[in-house]
Nanobody, 128 residues
Framework: QLQFVESGGGLVQPGGSMRLSCEAS????????LAWFRQAPGKEREGVSC????????YYVDSVKGRFSISRDNAKNTVYLQMNNLNSGDSATYYC?????????????????????WGKGILVTVSS
């Protein structure tokens, strides 16, 4: 069965840090475009970050540049999102996703309909 097992999330104070993890099961991440999306209540799902194997660029949405970092551990078949200096605008449900490696090239944003595998979502709440 192809799936992501997610961990991390919860409540964090403004200015704090948090790392989200998604371990893939049933497929190997190193052949896919990997992305993180988020969706706040009443808003559309937006691409937060992504990268594609063999492409030197990494995409970050403007609102998280300099604060978030996406990475992958091939040995653990896991993709991470390190989030620093969090603020209330980062509160959302975060989704990891993987898709055919023909997107997120040259720093372009990931597309929801371009992803084939999705995590179930991790709730992140930034509040004092």
């Amino acid at each position: 069965q192809l799936q992501f097992v997610e961990s991390g999330g919860g409540l964090v104070q403004p200015g704090g840090s948090m790392r989200l993890s998604c371990e893939a099961s049933g497929f190997t991440l190193n052949s896919y475009t990997l992305a993180w999306f988020r969706q706040a209540p009443g808003k559309e799902r937006e691409g937060v970050s992504c990268f594609t194997p063999g492409d030197s660029s990494t995409y970050y949405v403007d609102s998280v540049k300099g604060r978030f970092s996406i990475s992958r551990d091939n040995a653990k078949n896991t993709v991470y999102l390190q989030m620093n200096n969090l603020n209330s605008g980062d509160s959302a449900t975060y989704y990891c996703a993987a898709g055919v490696p023909i997107q997120c090239l040259a720093g372009t944003s990931p597309q929801v309909n371009g992803m084939d595998y999705w995590g179930k979502g991790i709730l992140v709440t930034v509040s004092s």
